[in-house]
Structures are given as structure tokens and as C-alpha cells.
């Protein structure tokens, strides 16, 4: 299902020019400091825990789904987010737009449900109480946490490594890559919090799911600690998993609203009705 696929900085090096120290002397140039991967990969993932909202396109391809792509604008508290999505294969591929607002999401395939009516709502309490399906399982990654969260798991690399220098979208940034387990990734969760860890998870089952054992991780960081591209590899019996992450803003206002109340048909309502029938 399309709508089930998935889905990070600092600059290896700072300096700024010597002031001149006496009469005459002109300024040298101070020798840039060089830190290690895994101190460039820290400072980036405390920068991304402290971001507030966030812009982002995503791309590449997701096994069982085939090519994808979308762009998205959330806000982490409140949580909010919209998104336009297209890819998947056979009768599953299309565009689709998500959007989340309070305890309810709405889903937009582009095809009418009803005469007048091309958005379905679902009210996610109500779902929870009478045990239905949680229609924003599989999109725990981009949904539900801030996408660039995964890359704190690329500080449980064995094999990290700087890559070099890449200027993207006219950003100077230092590139960094390494492997990761499923199983590395759940033990650097081990001195987070009970919310973190279960927000997390969930991001975990997925990767599970489509058979992904193992991650190359790249992670490409700007001069202010932030990070600008992300890139997830690996290799299943359902297909090749590659997605790419771009960040295009951070910490800006994002209003997500909820579609016009004529154009939506709300599911709790029907089921409802339909009880009542």
C-alpha cells in the first residue's frame, strides 16, 4: 500500500580569522579544528532533538512499494503534519495527501469516496477505543516522529566514517556514512525515555516488517549543526530498500488544517451509522 511506506548537522570543521594582536600585523588564517564522525554525528542529533517543526521532500524506492516520492511540512507539539505522497506498483500506485490534525487524520487518494466527498477521516481515539486498525501504523516514520531521528542511530556504528565535503542545493556540508543493526539501533535507546523508546519502536517494526536486518546510514551535515540530507540503504527478499531525505527548513511555523467538512466523509460517523442500521 503506498500509503504504508516509510519514511540528517555539523561541519567537520569550524575557524574563524585570528584577530591581529598588535600593530601592523596582519590577521592569520586559524587552522579549522577537525572532529571525529561520531562527535560531528552527536552535535547534529542534539540539534535535531531540539527542532520544532520541519520541511522535508523524501524519495527513492521501498520494498513491495517500488518508487516513491513526497514532501511534507509537521510541527512536533502539537503534533501536525501534511503530506503529499505518489509511487507504489500495480493497483496500489497513485498520489495520495495525508493530514493530520488533533486526534484525526485524513486521507485524500484523489479519487471521490462519495459524489462531493474525496477525503476520508479517521478519527484516531475512536479507532483506539473500539480496537480498529490504527490506519497510521505504517506511517510511523514520517508521521509520528521527527524524520530525522534515525540518524542518532548512525552514533552506533562500528564502521562510521567521514566521506567528504558535498555542497547540496547550495549548502556546504560534510558527508558522513556507516552500517547500523536493527539490533544496535534499539540498544543506543537504552538511556532514553519510556516515550522516546516507544515512539521509536514503532519506526523499528516497520523495518522488521519489510525484512531489513541491517542499515546503511549517510548523513550529509551543514556549518550549523544541522542536518541537510539523510539516506537509508538495505538489501531484502521483498526488494531494495533507499530512501533520501532532504531537509528543506526548520523551526518555521507550520498550520496544518483540516479539509472542508463538505469534502469529507468521516468513518467513525459511518460505522456509527451503520451500528445504528
Same mark, same amino acid.
Given at each position: 500500500?503506498?500509503?504504508?511506506?516509510?519514511?540528517?548537522? $555539523?561541519?567537520?570543521? $569550524?575557524? /574563524?580569522? /585570528?584577530?591581529?594582536?598588535?600593530?601592523?600585523?596582519?590577521?592569520?588564517? =586559524?587552522?579549522?579544528?577537525?572532529?571525529?564522525?561520531? +562527535?560531528?554525528?552527536?552535535? %547534529?542529533?542534539?540539534? !535535531?532533538?531540539?527542532?520544532?517543526?520541519?520541511?522535508?521532500?523524501?524519495?527513492?524506492?521501498?520494498?513491495?512499494?517500488?518508487?516513491?516520492?513526497? #514532501?511534507?511540512?509537521?510541527?512536533?507539539?502539537?503534533?501536525?503534519?501534511?503530506?503529499?505522497?505518489?509511487?507504489?506498483?500495480?493497483?496500489? +500506485?497513485?498520489?495520495?495527501?495525508?493530514?493530520?490534525?488533533?486526534?484525526?487524520?485524513?486521507? !485524500?487518494?484523489?479519487?471521490?469516496?462519495?459524489?462531493?466527498?474525496?477525503?476520508? @477521516?479517521?478519527?484516531?481515539?475512536?479507532?483506539?477505543?473500539?480496537?480498529? @486498525?490504527?490506519?497510521?501504523?505504517?506511517?510511523?516514520?514520517? %508521521? =509520528? =516522529?521527527?524524520?530525522?531521528?534515525?540518524?542518532?542511530?548512525?552514533? %552506533?556504528?562500528?564502521?562510521?566514517?567521514?566521506?567528504?565535503? #558535498? &555542497?547540496?542545493?547550495?549548502?556546504? &556540508?560534510?558527508?558522513?556514512?556507516?552500517?547500523?543493526?536493527?539490533?544496535?539501533?534499539?540498544?543506543?535507546?537504552?538511556?532514553?525515555?519510556?516515550? $522516546?523508546?516507544?515512539?521509536? /519502536?514503532?519506526?523499528?517494526? #516497520?523495518?522488521?516488517?519489510?525484512?531489513?536486518? @541491517?542499515?546503511?546510514?549517510?548523513?550529509?551535515?551543514?556549518?550549523?549543526?544541522?542536518?541537510? #540530507?539523510?539516506?537509508?540503504?538495505?538489501?531484502?527478499?521483498?526488494?531494495?530498500?533507499?530512501?533520501?531525505?532532504?531537509?528543506?527548513?526548520? !523551526?518555521?511555523?507550520?498550520?496544518?488544517?483540516?479539509?472542508?467538512?463538505?469534502?469529507?466523509?468521516?468513518?467513525?460517523?459511518?460505522?456509527?451509522?451503520?451500528?445504528?442500521?
Amino acid at each position: 500500500m503506498l500509503a504504508g511506506a516509510l519514511l540528517c548537522g $555539523t561541519a567537520a570543521c $569550524t575557524g /574563524e580569522d /585570528e584577530k591581529p594582536s598588535g600593530k601592523g600585523r596582519t590577521p592569520a588564517a =586559524q587552522k579549522p579544528v577537525e572532529v571525529s564522525p561520531a +562527535a560531528a554525528i552527536k552535535r %547534529a542529533a542534539a540539534k !535535531n532533538e531540539k527542532i520544532t517543526s520541519l520541511t522535508y521532500s523524501m524519495s527513492g524506492k521501498v520494498p513491495g512499494d517500488g518508487a516513491i516520492e513526497a #514532501q511534507a511540512s509537521m510541527s512536533m507539539k502539537p503534533l501536525a503534519m501534511q503530506m503529499k505522497m505518489k509511487g507504489g506498483t500495480g493497483a496500489d +500506485a497513485g498520489e495520495v495527501e495525508i493530514r493530520l490534525v488533533g486526534d484525526a487524520m485524513y486521507m !485524500n487518494g484523489g479519487e471521490p469516496i462519495e459524489p462531493g466527498k474525496t477525503w476520508m @477521516k479517521f478519527d484516531l481515539s475512536a479507532l483506539k477505543e473500539a480496537g480498529g @486498525k490504527d490506519p497510521m501504523a505504517g506511517l510511523s516514520g514520517p %508521521a =509520528q =516522529q521527527n524524520p530525522a531521528e534515525d540518524s542518532t542511530a548512525l552514533t %552506533a556504528s562500528k564502521d562510521l566514517k567521514k566521506v567528504g565535503e #558535498q &555542497t547540496i542545493d547550495g549548502v556546504r &556540508t560534510t558527508h558522513y556514512s556507516g552500517t547500523v543493526t536493527l539490533d544496535a539501533m534499539r540498544k543506543s535507546l537504552e538511556n532514553e525515555d519510556a516515550e $522516546t523508546k516507544k515512539r521509536r /519502536e514503532k519506526g523499528f517494526e #516497520q523495518y522488521e516488517k519489510m525484512g531489513v536486518e @541491517k542499515l546503511t546510514m549517510d548523513m550529509w551535515i551543514d556549518g550549523s549543526d544541522h542536518t541537510k #540530507q539523510f539516506r537509508t540503504r538495505s538489501t531484502t527478499d521483498k526488494g531494495a530498500l533507499d530512501l533520501t531525505i532532504k531537509f528543506l527548513d526548520y !523551526n518555521k511555523p507550520v498550520t496544518v488544517k483540516a479539509p472542508p467538512a463538505g469534502q469529507t466523509l468521516d468513518l467513525a460517523a459511518m460505522m456509527k451509522d451503520a451500528e445504528g442500521a
